[in-house]
């Protein structure tokens, strides 16, 4: 690889009429081909214009999300996301056409059957009636984001944002976590209307673009939009009832335990936020000791991996620090023209930083391994299955957590393992609360917010909201934003950790064993569903019965903690 200096690097963007007429000449060569051979040769071109535009489309992301201030930044953003529809029309014109082919078997016995799952998910979920619901979506989406990015709080001498203001859940003074729960839950029931008919209105809407796509609910259309082509509601249903059953008993325990510790009886919701009266342990050294202790940990894991993160180095294809104009958040981006992909943080020398960096590494070491991969298709898997390079590499990495966090490390270790069970039981409310809305559109707002009350009952049998009128009434997912701009995403990542506490319970007893799984399940990208993959790495399917029992009692006995029998 060329030393490539990716703070310099260009693409250029494409021009629109040139674009359409590279697809309508795709069209004809998949229409006409006259031997399997040709329509490999037109699947091959598609997806090397396909990589050129992703490549466009991530950088011109990545640009924008580095200096949001930028206005050509922004301009480029704005002509990449008005472009974005027509390119997802082309592609399910030329999905449709192949999976129409006399050359369809020869295709799927050349690249692997699940292109073509793939693709007739894609060809299933879309069509020309739904375009203008897409636009009225993502209007509605962006109301949502604008009108939580408007909340503005004074509180212990600062103004916070909504986020800004979260962390004050973890102060260890427990009237400033009241104050903060007060102030933030009193702005969400100042906007109760406008949040319960936003949200009603995308219900209404999605229950429409069922409708129009012949289904009888929207469920199975979120599932498509997923790309979720080798499980349904049911099994994830099933998978709900494991956590009920394994993991609802320990989080119980851990919620009591952490009382305990806190000197408070009951719990409240706004103590929830902190397990350990001492405040959550900071990583030591600062920015480049940090980059120093990343490459002591990979070499540790894996060459592959050590000389992976050299190279990103080397071609400036990180962007970790916070900087004024920066875009808030990580997330980790794939440039398939260059091989590489990009990570992006926001260090500011908390605990996250050091989770934020070795999740988003998962993603991008994934992405590096599975960059030959025969299809761009491929390149990712679908949500659930990349969360576990992410989530699974964070569970890898404890054993390097001396180099971050020095006297600490076991104290961080401990955190995390249980921030990760108690989030099990959360986001699974938040899942099992979007199929009963999407399975009865016409509900009124009173009759969703017993909805969830009747999940937190289920789920949280803990919880304590104490006089917070507004998560009180069962409003507390109109903080999610994932009910409102993603549904059905949130369940992804617990079906994630669950195979990331089973590769931390191998590690456990067979470290070399549970890496070379990981690095082999990163080189298999995308391309099969997410079951086979599970079951590639020699992990149990989250839908199996007891996929989570070995890894709740490896962790109840990590934490000293024994569950309530259920
Ligand atoms: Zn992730």
Redesign the pocket.
Known sequence: MTALDFRTYRADAPDAQQVHAEYDALEREAREASSAGEARAAVARWDALRRRLATWQSLVGIRFSQDTQDSAAKAALEQRDAFAPQLTRRDVQLKRLLLASPWRDALAADLGPQALALWECDVASFDPAIEDDLVRQARLAARYTELLASAQFDFQGERLTLSELGKFAEHPARDVRRGAAELRWGWFADRQRELDDLFGELVGLRHGVAQKLGQSHFTPVAYQWMRRTDYAEADVARFRDEVRRHVVPLATEIRRQQARDLGVDPLMAWDEGLHDPRGNPRPVGDYDGMLRSAAALFAELDDELAAFFAQMERCWLMDLRARPGKAGSGYCDALPDLGMPFIFANFNGSKGDVEVFT??MG?AFQAYCSRDLPLIDYLWPTSEA??IH?MGLEFLAWPAMEQFFGADAERFRRLHLVGALVFLPYACAIDHFQHEVYARPDDSPAERAATWRAMERLYLPHLQWGDLAHPASGRRWQSQLHVYLHPFYYIDYALALTCALQLWVLAGADRPQALQRYVQLCRRGGSEPFAALVASAGLRSPFAADSLRDAVARAADFLGLEPAAR
Request: aromatic share 0%; with cysteine.
């Open positions: 999740h988003e993603h990349c969360e992410s």
